[in-house]
Nanobody, 119 residues
């Protein structure tokens, strides 16, 4: 089955921007929804953005207006543009198919990419 490799994280100052990439091992055209998730130390994993095969997007309230999810089917890649970053955005970011929260523990997660927002 398709698996994902995340990249693009790093250290950025508050107010800065990063663009994360999620490279899929195969076609993503048959995946109904691809999402970006994040998990901070001591906190539950959460969905921050999702995009459907039809291009419909949704965002967590905490990132709405600051993050933009997009996809390039030709490259089998999903992106997450993060603007106006805040310290509370610090987390490991993961890409995966859409999963309900009650299925997070059963999901297949990659290594993710670390995003650290700090002065």
């Amino acid at each position: 089955q398709v698996h994902f490799v995340e990249s693009g994280g790093g250290l950025v100052q508050p107010g800065g921007s990063l663009r994360l990439s999620c490279a899929a091992s195969g076609s993503i055209s048959n995946i109904a929804t691809v999402g970006w998730y994040r998990q901070a130390p001591g906190k539950q994993r959460e969905l921050v953005a999702g995009i459907t095969s039809a291009g419909r997007t949704n965002y967590a309230d905490s990132v709405q207006g600051r993050f933009t999810i997009s996809r390039d089917n030709a490259k089998n890649t999903v992106f997450l543009r993060m603007n106006s970053l805040k310290p509370e955005d610090t987390a490991v970011y993961y890409c995966n198919i859409f999963l309900r929260p009650n299925a997070y523990d059963r999901g297949d997660w990659g290594q993710g990419t670390q995003v650290t927002v700090s002065s």
